[in-house]
């Protein structure tokens, strides 16, 4: 199907690979809680943001036990959707299910467990018998009462909708969907592409029913019809492997590239698109970041090295100074288990700049955005994007130029 899907127009791939797949379950409720959501919104015209957060899992077979997946906790697009927030922006966040959601992000990728910042107070002095209540911890009060009164504030006044997926097929339909029913929003919408989509899937018309075998076959199995041998998987690290068994050779079709297709397709006339390209090679970010700008006709890709994503980014865009980068300060950044300091300012160096040059965001950090351990770069990236947004708006709204 890909082959075919390459040598296709972009609308005739978009149905080939669509008419492939059941639309996701809770499509159709998912469709009406956000023309809801964003009924109300464009009524008050206030901007509108869909965050999308989290891995995409590839299934193996239809009815799944195994399936492919990719690395993502979806923090990024978590803790973005809360600067959004405070940007004033209404967040259509659409998310792996169980990643990590808006404010109870805190709390639960913390390491402690969420019930270390509970307490059970001691019972009335004339009723030893009874339970005291359940009190959070002293020493976090003021942190979860700030965390609390933003969650709140945003679920009472209708600005924050969390919408669920699992599989890469099901992130394409939704995002189709919405981008779709986003469309009287006009330029008041942007499209902040944070979830880490599969490249790679199985499509559905060779994908096995059942589970793939994972053992030896008995012998008065081994003609059933319904068990083909190109399904039986042996493990690798087996030592006596079964004589029957063979290992599992998983033959992957590239996604189908429908980035472009949001631009020119889905998305409200006017509106802006973002989305981010992560390497692991500094030598390859910005030529990577900068080819799929180019590719798919974004406003902005954000790109950012899995080693150091957590204290800078580059911004590539279409117009100048076309590459930018926002940094944390180094007394000022988070610590990480995965980062690594001496590749920060990497990939910009093999362009003959570096850390040694500090960005303008640098020098002037915003404040907020500061945590137990340091600065999130995400405090960063949002208020820069906010007003390229602006920008954006401007230029297409009649009148506001």
């Not at 206030?46 to 077979?61: F, H, M, N």
């Not at 394409?172 to 880490?196: I, T, V």
């Not at 998987?233 to 590239?254: A, F, H, I, M, R």
């Amino acid at each position: 199907m890909s082959a075919l899907l390459g040598d296709m127009e972009p609308a005739e791939a978009e149905s080939v690979y669509f008419n492939e797949y059941p639309p996701p379950k809770a499509l159709p409720k998912h469709e009406a809680l956000a023309r809801a959501f964003i009924d109300l919104h464009v009524a008050d015209n206030r901007r509108v943001v869909l965050v999308t957060s989290g891995g995409t899992t590839v299934p193996l077979e239809a009815q799944t036990v195994r399936f492919i997946d990719n690395f993502s906790a979806g923090t990024r697009g978590a803790t973005s959707a809360e600067y959004f927030l405070q940007e004033g922006y209404a967040v259509i966040f659409l998310h792996r299910q169980y990643s990590l959601l808006p404010y109870s992000r805190h709390y639960s990728h913390s390491t402690n467990c969420f019930l270390d910042f509970m307490d059970e107070a001691a019972p009335a002095a004339d009723s030893p018998n009874a339970h005291g209540s359940i009190q959070v911890r002293s020493e976090y009060q003021d942190e979860m009462r700030d965390v609390l009164r933003k969650y709140r504030y945003a679920k009472q006044n209708n600005r924050l909708l969390l919408l669920p997926f699992t599989t890469v097929a099901e992130y394409m339909f939704e995002l189709r969907s919405l981008a779709k029913l986003m469309r009287p929003l006009g330029p008041n919408a942007l499209f902040y592409l944070a979830a880490a989509v599969s490249d790679f899937f199985i499509p559905r018309h060779r994908m096995a029913e059942h589970k793939i075998q994972s053992s030896e076959i008995p012998a008065n199995l081994e003609n059933n019809s319904a068990l083909d041998s190109e399904e039986i998987y042996t493990g690798e690290n087996e030592t006596q492997p079964p004589k029957n068994s063979k290992k599992l050779v998983v033959n992957l079709d590239p996604v189908p590239k429908f980035l472009h297709r949001l631009v020119d397709g889905w998305a409200p006339e006017g509106s802006m698109v973002v989305s981010f390209k992560l390497e692991t090679d500094p030598s390859l970010l910005v030529y990577k970041a900068r080819t799929a700008l180019q590719r798919y006709s974004h406003h902005l890709v954000i790109g950012n090295l899995l080693s150091t994503r957590k204290w800078e980014v580059v911004f590539i865009t279409p117009d100048p100074p076309h590459e930018r980068w926002l940094r944390v300060p180094k007394a000022r950044r988070s610590k990480s288990i995965s980062g690594m300091e001496d590749q920060v300012g990497l990939a910009e160096i093999m362009k003959g700049k570096g850390e040694e040059h500090p960005s303008q965001m640098e020098e002037n950090p915003p404040p907020g955005g500061l945590d137990h351990d340091g600065i999130e770069i995400e405090s960063l990236i949002i208020p820069e994007l906010v007003k390229l947004h602006e920008k954006m708006i401007q230029k297409n709204t009649p009148g506001q130029q």
